[in-house]
T-cell receptor, first 113, second 112 residues
Framework: AQSVTQLDSQVPVFEEAPVELRCNYS??????LFWYVQYPNQGLQLLLK??????LVKGINGFEAEFNKSQTSFHLRKPSVHISDTAEYFC???????????FGTGTRLKVLA | SQTIHQWPATLVQPVGSPLSLECTVE??????LYWYRQAAGRGLQLLFY??????ISSEVPQNLSASRPQDRQFILSSKKLLLSDSGFYLC???????????FGQGTRLTVV
């Protein structure tokens, strides 16, 4: 069965510093991978997705993620964060050909002035 | 363009009362529909998903049920709420043309 692990529940970082949010997944078949962002009391918004091809994926708001098949990871990065990036970030996996999306427990990013 | 409507935004219900949360999608047909629950520190838990009218798959045995009476309508129900049913409930959809799910704005349910 597929699963997703987000190792960091909270990540504090100063404004304009780089950040990496970690995500590891487990699956016996090929997968699609996603990062979503959630602002307080709102739904989830897609940041980026990996389907196939280039392992470096660029998304909205300056975020990017790198798919590493050997390490079963899909870490999210941003070279310089802003206060407005403060939110909760979720990694998700979907096995190709299935209808289900499995989410990690989320990482709360807090950007400090 | 496609949109998803989820209501109410917030709900406070006493223990033992019934529940009905509704989600509708506009601008698409035959979507896959999902109900997720978000509890503090537990991420998003998939509760139900549906690939068509009347077709419901339950992921977690619990006090809740789901129904899909129309193609673009997905309803989450309970006959008697428990305190543990409190949480943030999110409806989502996707079509065969998409690989990602699109989420509604959620319903904050507090059972007291």
């Amino acid at each position: 069965a597929q699963s997703v692990t987000q190792l960091d529940s909270q990540v504090p970082v100063f404004e304009e510093a780089p950040v990496e949010l970690r995500c590891n997944y487990s699956s016996s078949v090929s997968v699609y991978l996603f990062w979503y962002v959630q602002y307080p009391n709102q739904g989830l918004q897609l940041l980026l997705k990996y389907l196939s091809g280039s392992t470096l994926v660029k998304g909205i708001n300056g975020f990017e993620a790198e798919f590493n098949k050997s390490q079963t990871s899909f870490h999210l990065r941003k070279p310089s964060v802003h206060i407005s990036d403060t939110a909760e970030y979720f990694c998700a996996v979907s096995e190709t050909g299935t209808y289900k999306y499995i989410f990690g427990t989320g990482t709360r990013l807090k950007v400090l002035a | 363009s496609q949109t998803i409507h989820q209501w109410p935004a917030t709900l406070v219900q006493p223990v033992g009362s019934p529940l009905s949360l509704e989600c509708t999608v506009e601008g698409t047909s035959n979507p896959n529909l999902y109900w997720y629950r978000q509890a503090a520190g537990r991420g998003l838990q998939l509760l139900f998903y549906s690939v068509g009218i009347g077709q419901i798959s339950s992921e977690v045995p619990q006090n809740l049920s789901a129904s899909r009476p129309q193609d673009r309508q997905f309803i989450l129900s309970s006959k008697k709420l428990l305190l543990s049913d409190s949480g943030f409930y999110l409806c989502a959809w996707r079509t065969s043309q998409n690989t990602e799910a699109f989420f509604g704005q959620g319903t904050r349910l507090t059972v007291v």
